[in-house]
């Protein structure tokens, strides 16, 4: 999953770049201002500022480009622990589950921006506004909790993506270092030192504090996503052993939700879903653009499942490039690959930290903000590198932060937002089934962030200790 970059507007960026924007963003006392058709007529669309909007072809562009990233290029590992055709029923449903999730943050911004008479929100601002009109008056109270929270599993998620990012470099290196098929973690130099050996290179790439500068680079890696998947689709053909009908359908439980954790992290985009439905030139297309966006990146995470785990079997690793040959293309592809994982840990690291830096620099001078945007930007490329060194398990690493993280911020915030606003208008429905409904999506999400976030740290320390 590549990092949203459009959830927080880059000032520095020309008004007239074609990419998604937030509008509106920060710490506001919402409280209705119309109800009924008065809410429903709220024109949101005109009454946001004049700008460059995208297209839904454009905004599909966007999507895909957002929800695909490093995650995907390991998810054909995960096809192995859970088996062939149990992974391919399961990428499809929660594919289109996932899309669903995003349909209704989406939807219920579009019911919210009439009733507070505000023309876009940030995940965050949804949040904290669906708790201050909602009809749970003793949860009014923990709005900005809600706020806060959504704000921390941005965070988690794409600092952990950065960590998973640094591993898969690593792997990568120490595999064209060594000449050599099999990637262990010893050796010299060792998995950990060539993680640490980063450390440097990630802090200077971080210093980068213009979000256009990095922006372009992402152009290039939809490239190469693509330009790998079909070699992965040639690769696996040509060294294919075994017919897909003789993998085992299903292999384990645990296998089960470190699947789930993983194919959860390499589709979900719903941390860029108000982003792109705030750019657009008709918002009420956003549907459109789901479906669009969400079919080809089902296809794509498909791709290198089924034919990365068909193709290198049960010796696959992650990532998929490291399966290619040692022939002079599958090396290119290797260090481009490793390239534009590189860039996307700038890209996936500029999000949260702009997050974290809008609290952080209340405590300093604003003539000192230069220097300490740049010690704590150092500092927390440290911890990243420091926690990616401790724990080298790429696989189980993804899995733990799509369990985690994805299971609340994907499926059950945007269930429990809806039904918030959908409690007095339109109501609950026949037997309460909107109710039932946000349910049985918070059940699931709990399941998955319980279960699988405790399989996955589980063995992930086994691997790793």
């Avoid at 499809?92 to 008479?117: D, E």
């Avoid at 060194?389 to 993280?405: E, H, W």
Wanted: glycine share 8%; proline share 5%.
């Amino acid at each position: 999953m590549v990092g949203p970059l459009e959830n927080i507007q880059d000032e520095s960026d020309q008004p007239n770049q074609e990419r998604p924007r937030v509008i509106h963003r920060g710490h506001h006392k919402y409280e209705i201002k119309a109800r009924g058709e008065a809410a429903k007529n709220y024109d949101f669309n005109a009454a946001r500022p004049p700008g460059k909007r995208t297209t839904v072809i454009e905004s599909i562009g966007h999507l895909v480009k957002s929800c695909l990233g490093g995650g995907v290029v390991a998810i054909h590992e995960a096809f192995k622990q859970c088996g062939l055709w149990t992974s391919v029923v399961l990428t499809v449903l929660l594919g289109i589950s996932v899309s669903y999730c995003m349909y209704i943050l989406a939807r219920s911004a579009q019911k919210i921006y009439g009733r507070v008479q505000v023309p876009a929100m940030s995940y965050p601002d949804l949040a904290e506004a669906s708790l201050e009109i909602g009809p749970f008056a003793s949860l009014k109270k923990y709005s900005k909790c809600f706020r806060y929270a959504v704000d921390f599993i941005i965070c988690v998620d794409l600092f952990g993506s950065c960590c998973v990012y640094q591993i898969m470099i690593a792997r990568t290196m120490k595999q064209l270092i060594e000449g050599t098929d099999e990637i262990a973690t010893g050796g010299s130099p060792s998995l950990r030192q060539l993680i640490a050996a980063l450390l440097i290179p990630c802090i200077l790439l971080c210093m980068i504090t213009t979000l256009k500068y990095l922006a372009p680079f992402s152009i290039a890696a939809d490239a190469i996503i693509l330009v790998v998947a079909g070699s992965t689709i040639y690769y696996a053909v040509k060294h294919q052993t075994m017919s897909p009908l003789e993998f085992p359908a299903f292999k384990s439980w645990p296998g089960l939700f470190e699947f789930m954790g993983v194919c959860v992290f390499s589709m979900e985009g719903v941390g860029v879903t108000l982003a792109i439905e705030n750019s657009m030139e008709d918002p009420k297309k956003i549907p459109v653009v789901l479906v669009g966006g969400m079919s080809a990146v089902i296809s794509i995470a498909m791709c290198f499942g089924f034919f990365g785990y068909w193709g290198f079997g049960e010796k696959s690793k992650s990532p998929v490039t490291l399966n290619f040959p040692l022939e002079p293309f599958p090396i290119a592809l290797k260090v481009f690959m490793a390239g534009m994982i590189y860039v996307t840990f700038a890209l996936n690291f500029w999000i949260p930290f702009e997050l974290i830096w809008y609290y952080i620099k209340r405590r300093y001078q604003e003539t000192s903000y230069w220097i300490w945007e740049r010690v704590w930007r150092a500092s927390i490329v440290f911890i990243i590198t420091t926690v990616a060194v401790i724990f080298p398990a790429v696989t189980k690493f993804i899995g733990l932060i799509g369990s985690f993280c994805l299971s609340s911020m994907g499926f059950m915030f945007p269930a429990f937002i809806e039904l918030c606003l959908d409690w007095e208008d339109p109501g609950l429905g026949m037997f309460n089934w909107r109710l039932w409904k946000c349910v049985i999506i918070c059940v699931f999400g709990a399941i998955l962030c319980i279960v699988g976030t405790y399989i996955n740290a589980r063995e992930l320390f086994k691997e790793v200790f």
